[in-house]
Structures are given as C-alpha cells and as structure tokens.
C-alpha cells in the first residue's frame, strides 16, 4: 500500500505515495500527507467523501472551549476539501467502478499532494483524474487545488459540488457560532464563524475557476444552507475533452497578528480576507504554486541541507519527511502558538503542547533554525502567566508550567477524564495534569540548551532569565522536607514514565529540578556579576534575593537517586521492588496500549513496566550540561529498563537510538531509528488515525543528528562523535553555532566542518578538544 | 425501489416496502418509516452505516438553542441505532459484495422496521441477515432492536461495534455537553448528556445480548472516547450457525412529566432509567414486541377503525401511513408538546409548530381523538405566554401566537435567514415570524371546531374561552384604520401563500381574524348569560368588559374583500393586478421550489403566482361556522387560483383535493388527493429526505374523511355529504360527537350511521336535517 521508492530523477526520495485505494484505512496517508505552513494544516483527506474520513482544517492559536467538561482545544475550521463529484449523474466513488494506475502521493520537496488513476464507471465511461493541492508556504493564508478530469470516448456529464462547509465538528464538539453566509459576483463564497467561548473570528472565502478545454465554465448553482455555502457545476464532456478546476481558499482570523493588534475590524477583516482571494485568483494555480515551491527551497531545503549517501533511500526519505513535518507544525509566524503533539494533523491530544516540544522537537530548531526555536520558547514565556496561575491554584510559588498547554494565559488544559478502566467500567482518571510536574524543568533545560548553542543574549535579557527563575522558584517550594533522610524529597508526581503514577523520588524529576535550580543559582550569579541592572529589574518582579537563598540551600539537599550497587539507577522510589510479568505478548504487539485490554491502570502502577524511556532521557539531557552519568552507569540502565519498556509512547525509541549509539550498539540503534522513523511513515495503517506524532518526528531527526552524527552540547562546547550506520557513505547537513553556520560531512572515514570563519567554534570530536574557525578535517578509521 | 404490495394476508396493505438498497437514496425509507411513539422518533437509519445517512434520534420538548444566530430546536440524541459490523475483518456494506433478496419494510400494523437480504461477501460468504426494530407504544422510553445473521456454508469471523454514539449533532451544531460515561458489569452502557442552553438533562442505557446457536456470547471488548461509549463483539461462526443480537435502549430526560414535577435528582433518574433498561432485558425482546404490538392493536387500529374497500390498496395503505404516523407524532404524553412540521422524523423545521398543527393536523385527532386533541391545544394554551410576550414586543394587546413555536414559552422561534437569493448572493430574509400573523386567528378557529365537535366544556372553562378572548384582543389592536375607506384594515403581512410578502389585506387574514374576533364576542355574551362567575374570572385577568365593546365596533368595521364581477375574491390589495407568468416549467417540475432557480423573492413577489392554497383554505375553514360562500364562489377562485399555484407547500394539495370534491369533480379530488397521498409515500426518493411532511399526512386522512366522505361541521351540527371515488366499493371509519362514537359506513348506494344512541347527534347529510340515535340508513343512488 505504502510505497516510498516513486520518486524518480530530481524527486528520488522526496516521495511519499500510496500505491492502492483503501477505504478502511484512510487515516494513514490523511496524516502523514497533511499540508501545513505553521498557520494552518489541512488534512489530505480526499476530495470525494469517504464513511472512514477525518476532515479537518486546523488554524494554530484559535483554541475554544465548548462548555462545562471539556478543555479548550483546536476547533476543527470549516472544509474547502470536499467536492462532491457526479458522473452521468451517478456519485463519484473509488469504491465502485474500476480504478487503474492509482497513485496518490506527498512530494516533500514541493510540499504538494498530488493524486491521480485512471476510472472507469460502472457504465463504462473511462475518465483521467488528477487531483493537486497544497497549503501556500508563500502566502500563509491560501489553500490551492485543482482537479483535472480528461474524458475518454464516450460523452459524459460531469457534475460536482464546491464550496466551503462549516459543519465540521470535533468529534461531535462545534465550536463555532454561524456567522453571516454570502456570495459575491456568483464567484466568490464567503463563510464567517465565530468560536463560541474565545470569541474569535474565522472568515474564510474561496472561488473557483473552471474550464473546459479552456473556455470557462460560469453561473453555477448557488446553494445557501445551515452552516454551508456550495456552487453547483455542471459540464457535458465530448470524447477527449478536459475539465479543469482551480479552487483557490482564503483562511484569516481575528487574532492574526497583524489584525489582533491593530484591533482591525470584522468587517475590515472580510475585505483584506476577499481581496487576498480575488488577487490570488487573478494569479492562478500555477503561478501561486511556483512561489510556494521556491519558499520551500529557499527557506527550507536550502537551509537545513540535509543528506545521506545511502542504498537505502528510506532513511534519507525519512529524514526529508521529518523536516516536512517540522516545517509544516512550526508556528514561526507567531510566538503566542506552540505546536501540538499531532502538530496540525489530528484532532489527538487536541493541538496541545507537552515537553515533546522541548526535549523531542526544540534541539532540531535551535540547532538549525534558532529563529523558530526563539518564537517557540517565547511562547513558553509568555506561557509564564498560565504557569504562575496554575502554581498560585496548587500553593506553590513561582511558575508551574501546564502539563498540557494551549493558549498561553489558558494554563493548565489536561484533560481530567481518558479511556475506559475495564476494572470498573468508569473513564480512567487522567493524572497528568496536577502531578506530572518535569514539564517545568524540561522548559528551563531548553532555555538553557538554546542559550547555550545559540548564545541569543537578547532573548535570555528579555525572557530567558525570568523563567528559569520563576521555574526554580516553584521547585523551591515543591520540595518536601522528609526529616527522617534529612534530605528534600518530591513525592506524588508522575515522570516520563506515565505507567506509573503517585511516585515518590521519581529519579528524572528530581534531578531535573535540581538542575534548574543549580541552573537559575548559575544565571543569578552570573547576572549580579556582569548584568545587574536586568537582575535587580527581574529581583524587583520576582523577590530573587530571597529565592537564591533557599536555592543554594535546598538544592544541595534534595534527594538524587544514586545508581544501585548493579549500576542502575532506581526509577522512583518502589520501581525496583515490584512485580515483575511476562512482558513478550505486549513488546510483540504491533498495536500500542494492548496492556490496558488486560490490566488497568491500577493493576499496572503494581508492576515493573514502563511506557517509555524515563531515567534514560535524563541521561541524554543531563549529559549536555556537565558529565552527569558515565558510560557504565548508562549501560546498566539501558539493560534494565529496556526490556521493562514497550515504548508505547513515540517519545521512546528515538531516545533509545540515541543512547544505544553512545553505548557502542550503531545496529540496534539504527534499528530503534527505523523504528522510531516507521511509526508514521511506515506500513502501518492505522498508527497515525489521530495524527502524526510529532515529538517523534523530531526524535527522528534527533536520532539521525544527536544519534549518529553525535552532535551534542557538552557544557560551553558542541561534541561531535560520529558512528555511522553501515550502510550510510555519507551524512552532511548544516547546524548553527552562535549564530554561525557550521556545515558538518561525515563519512566512513573523516569528519569535514565547515565554516564561514568569522568566529571559533569550540569542539570535542570523540572526546578530544578543538577549535574550528573555517574548516576542520578529521580523519579516522571508522570507530 | 418503493414497494406498496409486499404485505400478503392479515398484512395485506399493510406494508411499505423497499425492494432494492440504494445509497444515494436513503433519506426517503429513513423518513416516511421512521418509528415513533409520541415520546420519541428514530429515523429509520441502516445499522450499517452509509455516506448519505442521517441519523437521527429526537426526544419531543428537549428543545435547545445553540447560540446567537440560531433558534432553538430539538436536538439530535446520540445514537444507538448504528452497528459496525466486520465479516472476516472486513467492513460489511450492501454497497460491496452480492445482495439478494433485499427487502427493508414498515409493517404499519406492528409498526415495526424490517430489513432483511442474503448477502455474499466479496471473499464469497453467504450470510443472511435479519434486522428489526421498534419504539415502544407501550414503554415510552423503550427502543427494542434485533440482528439476526445465519451463516451459509464457509465458516467466518463476525464481529462488531455497538454501543451510544453522543456524536451526533444537527447538522453541525452540537447542543449537548457531554455528562459521565459508564459501563456497568460489563453490559449495561450509559451516557449522560445536558443540553447547553436549556440544561435537560438526557439519560440513555443501551444493553446487549448476544447469542451465538442459543449460547451468550460474553465479555466483549469494553471502550470509552469522546461523546461515545461502544462494546465489540466477536464470534466464529461455523456453516450453519446462527448469531442473534438484541439491543434495547431506555432513553429518559429530566423533563419527562412525573421526574420533572417531582424535582427528581439526576441520580435518581439514572437509577430509574438503568432499571427500567434491566428489567426490559429480563423480559426480553420478543415479549416486549408483543406488548407494543398489542397497544397498536387497541389504542389505535381498533379506535379509528378506518376501512376501505377498494381494487386499489395503496389508497387503503396511505390511510393507514397517515394513522401510522399522526399516531408516532403526537405526543399524547404530555400537553407541553407540539407537533412539529416534519414530526419527529428529521430535522426540518427543528421540531418547530405551525399552523400545520390546527388546521391540517388536529381535525384528525378532534374528530377521532379528542383526549390527544385537547393536550394538543393545551399546549397552545401554555402558549399563551410566549404569544403575549410576542404581542408585547410587537406593541400589540392580548395573544400574538408565534409563527413557529417550540417551548410554549419560547414565544417566537422563527429563523430569520433562508436559502440563497440568487440575485445578492445573501440568504433570504424570512419574514414569516415578524408578519405571518393568521396563526393567531387559525389557533381561535381550532378552538371553536375542537369545542363544536367535542362539546368539552370542562376545556373552554379553563384554557378555551382565554385562548380566542387574549387572541381577539390582538387582533383589535392589530386593525389599522383606513380613513379613505372608512374601514379597518390589516396592512403589511404574509398569507398562507408565501410567494407574496408585505401584502395588505390578505383575505384569508382578515376573516379569520374577523372570524376570531365575532367568536369572543359570542363567547362573551354567551358566558355572560350562563355563566357570570368564568367571564369574571377571565374579565378580570384580560379586562374583558373593555375588549367587548372594542370587537364589537371594530369587527363590524374590518375590511372583508368581497368576490369581484368573476366572483373571484381577491387574494390581497394587489394579487390580482400583478403580472402573470407562464408556469408550466414550474408546474410541471417534480422538485419543489425550482421557481427560485430563475427569480428572487422580491421577484416572485410582484408575480401572479401562488405558493399554496390560500383563499381556497378560507372557504374550507370558515363555512365549518357558516355557509359565508357559495358554491358559485367556491367555483370561480378554484378555477382562478390553482392554475397560478404551484403546491410548492404540502400543505396544498389535500385543501384542493377536498374543494375539487365539495365542488362535484371527484375525479379531480381522487387525483389531487393521490397526489397529496404521494409527497412522503409515493416514488419520489428525495421529498422526505429532511423528514416527512406532517400535515400533509393529516391532509391525507382529511381529504378522505373530510372530502371523500364529506364529513364537516356545519354551525352545531355534523355534515355528512359523501362522495367516493369510482373504485371505493365501501368506506367505514369511527369518529366521536360529544364524546360519542360515530360508525360510519359509506356505500356506493348507501351510508349507515351507527351510535351507542346515547345521545341525539345532530345531522346534516346531503343538505337535509337528520338526527341520529341509534342507527341511521340513507340509501341513494350515487351522487
């Protein structure tokens, strides 16, 4: 079904296709081939309806919430997608007639959906389709399509219906209010919405341009309708004749950036909206798709440089997927937005941002594009308002960021109520939200990993150094004094691994909130010494004198679970003690979850099984900042939680590349990297149903350039220590360094690092130091 | 597709049937076999689910409005109806594979839904499938569902997902927040929903059995998600072996009539509608047909006990789908409901009461059902509220009924935008709620008709005499004085005919409300001889002694246009001066509403053309009081008006079946009356998609009683003037004359009138004066 060798020429490994009609398992190429700008995604849903479809237009930053039990999530916008097509009056169906030489396929190089097949009806008339679209990386607010339909020998009717659909739910859920419904010039379709509890504006237009063998095809029917606007095209096609359609779409809002501020108008809004449209329209398909080509080249392809001589064109594929995806998720045009955990191609977790942004997602734009790692982080900051809103509800201080986080004064947004117990046939109770806490030292080691590697002073002045504070703050007053170890102790919380919950200790939280603390203790002292006048504006806002007090004590006394005398380190504090089970059946399963059809939740907190890399995360993080963890102590852990872990979160196995490949194993790494790389590009069919898996999307990068290159902060410096997988010749690609564009080759037997030279690079390459200013050479015998 | 001969022996011209599955055409068996109880309406969806399906599920009086921009409506429940059934891992659809045998019927008599086909898979699996399916007149709040599937000769996997689907909305909009989901001992599912604005809380338990050859199929795979909760079953099946599901569903809301009163907590209300679910599912859902089969047998085939002899049984047939369905309609249960236009079997008219109700709907049920009757008007007399908040905001006195009314307190529900105007590209402005003011009158008319026919004084002491005073005393301060003309006028309104808005003196209008305000007067002088202490009672509450002398001047002075030299009464001031069209297009058209494709409203409006009957109804209606006009009058407006009307309104036909027929020409009425008979029933596969068209189906029994038969008040006495068509060998029916019941028997040569001789029953048949005590014969030679 899944085929990824049709690229051929200047496309070879740029294609993504799907070589066979399935009506059952649409949600596969629906995700992984959705469109996206950072603005918008549209799901590549077909054009005709299908019963298993998933419809969805997602805008970043319009989170509404419909009412009492929910939490604000991204409405599904209205559909431009769906033409309803006829032939001889007959419903268009690749369910019924015969379909021959189908192929529907993503060109990542293009960032274009392209599908096309020959048809054949069930009266025997034979037509050529070919459907094309894309969401503009030129103009953020446009949606293209076009659809060409040749006629075969007989004559035949065409008929279809087009226009914009403001029914779409989410789930069931409508989040918006119909707004006003026109059509103007018999052209151009117009639909307001307006979400119900965040009271934004949604105007989206759309206008058709229809030719057959050139001549336009014009006065459609015009339908107006509860929620939905269409036009009615109806054409007789002699043998040979051509029908083509450009559908072009326009999608703004009320809080678009340069609207919201301005505080422009509704009607205002239509106008700037509909003359977007009718200037598009003038331009055309063609010529729109061209701009949108050369955005992509320019400012993505071009910038990142990534590749890898290899027979195996899939890993290249993957990784030009990866960078599809990052580009398309990433709201760079706006640093009040996040990115969701499906990014903007699903409804799952409902466009919510979780610490798969900082730990999974970040290092791939700090280290390659620090301006979208910068609005991205921003975004946290400005989050501070919804963190210190959710510390005040829990009697803490400080900033306790949301485990779950949509709009940034929104705070906390986790759902409270999951999947069913099979134990009591109630809703699972979702704990996250209160007590999984690491979210708010994760986004400190972001600030300080981006600091770090990208030395943007501008943004720590302005935002970095007040969270870090704000962050250790809390942490300062989470801590519990437990008098019988003499020690501070963090107990109820969740870590990574989310089969566990109400821990005590869990190793990943404390140590990482002993690293923010030791962190913002780092900054205040570094600020008093060289910047005071930023410290004494950030001490008047958040009384830091008094908070760098209680750092420096309690820092030093809260409690780092220290490896065992078998070198592992004990996940929380009963994990090593409990049960253990047949874990065979669930590491086998190709479906993830399959444990919850035999336990619940409950049952599961009793055994040793983890959901996902806990402690070894923390080695990957920690281990930038100073040598937190030696090789010895990895490996011991890597051998015990391992067979304990059943990756059932995509978080998992690009972390699990990543430290097989520090600890020597490149062909189990490699084979987590393939894994990590198939969750959604690969065969399965009905992984991706709610949305591609964004953290591990940026895990696949991260295993490729932390993993294999192994790229990595080491403290002030950048380590590089490369073991290739055996059958990649040669990995380059192009990171930044303070600014500085640093172009990295690797092959069997040398590193070559390029630079511009207008500054020294510091570097450790396997382990010995460097300085690199213009180019440096290594060679070796592959290690 | 549409079969009117399939029921053979006790269900001769009993069944409604479907010979051949066509997805693109299922709205109309959805719609015009919709099962209802009064209580509720289930469309009759497919359990398989299609593209082109709407499910709908509606619970009478739960109305809820979404938001600004909408009005409220019934809401769309959640779905038990659906099942996704797999054949050997593969989705089951009759649009794949082989179906044979194919027959979907509704046996009118059980009113039960039956589908039942062989079905070969695309792997070549022969199954044969059985479906049925109820809504309990005998348990309100029961829905019984049953699946049968034999297997052939191969074995083969079956499983499927069945369960409560709260994704349901109305055509987008979502008008429940979502409650508690639960499974109790891994059977009984429950979903809790609350409507947004109007805070009815929905209860609704769904429960399985399953049997495979007589052994219960148990522990299915239990899942919970957003708005849906859901069981899988699966089961190998060996050749031969038989797999039987029954579902029953209990559906409770917290304004159903004792939990509303009582103030019951939604606790207790779970508990009872839980309860009520395991004891049906204790009895099982064979006994629980019977039951419901055996209160259609008595409360309804018994009572009306209408009989036709003829060679043409789908004459018979559409008696009794018009039984059928005024029956499922009707919320007997309680007289805060209405009927609303498409009663419970879609979403047109969201659940909304016209004056369909009064002058199409209820002379069935005064005339054979008085008790139903009275709760119906009883619920107009509740909503006298919302009428007087209507008139208060209008700067009018006394009653101002909606246009459309939902809750009576609702007052005025009308949308206020329609389809697209195809000249601006907006929507039509309805202009209905604002100026459609002859429900007022139409209410007061129903009133005098149910107290002529039924002789309840027990109503008019308490509800009747308020009701025609509050709505006489609009309609004097709704008089405009005409100074030129000396006269009272009623300027700038809409008449039952649609096609003309802002018109003046319509005079369907101006009688009726002369009519409404000549009978308060009656009325009051009658109660003021009689009985002293109502009208001070009512006096008091309405100031009546002021109102009198105000009807007494003022209807004296209303303008009542008179016939012109061609004895046709003018429609309005200007009908008849407007230019004419030629209409045959239109006419001619099996789609209503085509006119619109070529003109605008404004357009239309300046048109010699007729939606539906308008000054025809006037004569229908009025001389139930008096003999106001002649037949000579009756003759020159039927042959003026229906060539310029198009029937573009259901509720059309049947007033001209009947006048075709006063006037002599029953040929003419049997073929208008067909007609009439046809719009839900007939072949026509998309005129019930949005639901059925009540009052045309109340149009089918009038034609028949009313027309046919000839059955009409006259003043205090019962006419009876009987003219069948060619091929009616006999027609026999029931009704009821001051509560006594009237068998009448109409012959080609004879009619035969039998009572309990109780009572004297004043009667007027062909003219002449009779009274009947007993029994009464009048033979003639057919006239």
């Not at 050369?294 to 990866?322: C, M, P």
């Not at 065969?683 to 993993?707: E, K, L, R, T, Y």
């Amino acid at each position: 079904m899944m085929n990824y060798t049709y690229g051929k020429g200047e496309y070879e490994n740029w294609i993504v296709s799907e070589t066979e009609f399935s009506p059952d398992t649409l949600g596969k190429c629906e995700s992984i081939m959705y469109l996206g700008n950072g603005y918008m995604g549209l799901r590549s849903v077909t054009e005709e309806p299908y019963l298993k479809e998933v419809r969805n237009l997602f805008v970043n930053g319009t989170f509404n919430k419909f009412g009492e039990g929910e939490v604000t999530e991204l409405p599904n916008l209205a559909d431009v997608s769906r033409i309803d097509l006829r032939i001889d009056g007959e419903r268009f169906s690749l369910e019924i007639g015969n379909t021959e030489n189908y192929i529907r396929q993503l060109n990542l190089k293009e960032a274009e959906l392209i599908r096309q097949f020959d048809w054949t009806s069930p009266k025997g008339k034979t037509l050529r389709f070919r459907f094309r679209r894309f969401v503009s990386l030129d103009n953020l607010h446009l949606i293209g399509m076009k659809m060409e339909i040749e006629n075969g020998n007989e004559p035949v009717t065409i008929s279809f219906d087009s226009g914009i659909d403001g029914r779409m739910t989410n789930s069931g859920t409508q989040h918006f209010l119909e707004g006003e419904k026109r059509i103007f010039d018999k052209r151009f379709i117009q639909l307001l919405q307006h979400t119900t509890e965040s009271k934004i504006d949604i105007v989206m237009n759309a206008a058709h341009k229809v030719l057959v063998n050139d001549t336009e095809l014009k006065n459609p029917l015009m339908n107006i309708d509860r929620r939905k606007i269409w036009l009615t095209f109806e054409a007789e096609l002699a043998p040979g004749d051509k029908l083509e359609m450009e559908k072009l779409t326009t999608v703004y809002t009320s809080i678009d950036r340069p609207f919201s501020e301005k505080g422009t108008t509704l009607q205002k809004l239509r106008e700037v909206a509909l003359q977007d449209l009718k200037t598009s329209l003038d331009i055309g398909y063609d010529e729109l798709f061209q701009k949108h080509v050369q955005a992509w080249k320019e400012r993505v392809w071009n910038r990142y440089n990534l590749h890898i001589q290899t027979k195996d064109g899939f890993d290249l594929l993957s990784l030009r997927f990866a960078i599809y995806h990052l580009t398309a998720m990433a709201p760079a045009h706006d640093e009040r937005m996040g990115i969701g955990a499906k990014a903007l191609s699903g409804e799952g977790y409902k466009g919510h941002s979780f610490w798969d942004t900082e730990i999974f997602i970040l290092p791939f734009f700090i280290y390659t594009n620090p301006r979208v790692a910068r609005s991205l982080l921003t975004y946290r900051y400005l989050g501070l308002e919804g963190a210190r809103k959710k510390a005040k509800e829990n009697d803490y201080e400080g900033a306790m960021y949301p485990w779950e986080a949509a709009w940034p004064s929104d705070g906390e947004v986790t759902p409270v109520w999951g999947a069913v117990d099979i134990v009591t046939g109630k809703q699972t109770r979702i704990w996250s939200g209160y007590i999984e806490q690491h979210i708010t030292a994760d986004i400190a080691f972001a600030v300080y990993q981006y600091y770090q590697i990208t030395g943007d002073q501008d943004f720590m002045d302005q935002y970095g150094y007040e969270m870090v504070f704000d962050t250790a703050k809390f942490w300062a007053s989470r801590l519990e004094w437990n008098e019988e170890h003499g020690r501070y102790h963090i107990n109820d919380v969740i870590g990574p691994d989310e089969y566990k919950e109400h821990v005590n200790n869990n190793a990943f939280t404390n140590y990482m909130a002993h690293f923010n603390m030791k962190l913002a203790i780092n900054y205040y002292e570094e600020l008093k010494r060289n910047h005071s006048p930023i410290l004494n504006r950030l001490n008047e806002k958040l009384n830091l004198d008094k908070a760098y007090s209680l750092w420096l004590d309690r820092s030093e006394k809260i409690y780092l679970p220290e490896p065992n005398e078998n070198f592992v380190i004990p996940q929380d504090d009963t994990y090593l003690q409990l049960k253990e089970i047949d874990l065979t059946k669930y590491k086998q399963s190709k479906k993830v979850g399959t444990l919850f059809l035999d336990y619940n939740l409950e049952q599961v907190n009793q055994m040793q099984v983890t959901k996902q890399a806990d402690v070894l995360v923390l080695f990957y993080l920690l281990n930038q900042v100073e040598p937190f963890f030696n090789e010895e102590v990895k490996r011991a852990n890597f051998h015990y939680y391992e067979p304990r872990t059943l990756h059932d979160s995509s978080l998992s196995l690009s972390t699990h590349a990543i430290l097989a490949n520090d600890l020597g194993d490149t062909q189990l790494a490699y084979s987590l990297f393939r894994r990590a790389a198939e969750i959604d590009l690969g065969p399965f069919m009905h992984s991706s149903d709610h949305g591609i898996h964004a953290a591990s999307i940026g895990g696949i990068w991260q295993a490729a350039v932390c993993g294999f290159a192994g790229i990595r902060l080491e403290g002030d410096r950048l380590s590089i220590h490369p073991k290739l997988p055996d059958h990649w010749e040669e990995l380059t690609f192009t990171i930044y360094w303070k600014d500085e564009p640093v172009s990295i080759k690797i092959t069997k037997y040398r590193l070559t690092i390029r630079t511009k030279g207008e500054k020294e690079i510091p570097l450790t390459v396997f382990g010995e130091r460097h300085v690199c200013q213009g180019e440096l050479e290594i060679s070796y015998l592959s290690k």
